[in-house]
T-cell receptor, first 109, second 113 residues
């Protein structure tokens, strides 16, 4: 069974501070990990995926298979980063995703 | 902001009535999905479809039904058997290969009175 755990429901930081949103997963096969973001009054959208190893809006995430984690990091948070962030796990032949419960990030001025 | 559309944006129904939520996409995607989003629960998969005329139950399919008669359309019916239907419903679509991004619609907020 696939499972995604985001331990923090809420995370509040000040502008310019580093931010890390935690994501742990449980999956016996080869995982595909994603971060999706939902800004206020906007659609849920893909932020980044582990396979592309890219940095989007200053965010990075490294897949750590030993710790089964895919934490999202940004060295200097901006107010526009305030949003709901979901970690998602895919795998197997059906390509469906299992989402975590989400972390609401608030970046204070 | 086309791509994937959902209608209506808000829907009110009386308890005991079935209601159908619309989802249409013009992205030529093979796969379509329905999720339910509740505060503190994240997104939970209701049904998904890989190809036309085929669909599979997700994690919380009880009380819901779907059809996939056309590639572009994947309507969701919330039946009277769904015990707690008031929620925000999201539709998504994607290509049918690994690592494909899911594109989401704007959502429908259903309130059962």
């Amino acid at each position: 069974a696939q499972r995604v755990t985001q331990p923090e429901k809420l995370l509040s930081v000040f502008k310019g501070a580093p931010v890390e949103l935690k994501c742990n997963y449980s999956y016996s096969g080869s995982p595909e990990l994603f971060w999706y973001v939902q800004y206020s009054r906007q659609r849920l959208q893909l932020l980044l995926r582990h396979i592309s190893r890219e940095s989007i809006k200053g965010f990075t995430a490294d897949l750590n298979k030993g710790e089964t984690s895919f934490h999202l990091k940004k060295p200097f948070a901006q107010e526009e980063d305030s949003a709901m962030y979901y970690c998602a796990l895919g795998g197997g032949s059906n390509y469906k995703l299992t989402f975590g419960k989400g972390t609401l990030l608030t970046v204070n001025p | 902001d086309g791509g994937i559309t959902q209608s209506p944006k808000y829907l009110f129904r009386k308890e005991g009535q079935n209601v159908t939520l619309s989802c249409e996409q013009n992205l030529n995607h093979d796969a379509m999905y329905w999720y339910r989003q509740d505060p503190g629960q994240g997104l939970r998969l209701i049904y998904y479809s890989q190809i036309v005329n085929d669909f599979q139950k997700g994690d919380i399919a009880e009380g819901y039904s779907v059809s996939r008669e056309k590639k572009e359309s994947f309507p969701l019916t919330v039946t009277s058997a769904q015990k707690n239907p008031t929620a925000f419903y999201l539709c998504a679509s994607s290509g049918w290969t690994a690592y494909n991004e899911q594109f989401f619609g704007p959502g429908t907020r259903l309130t059962v009175l």
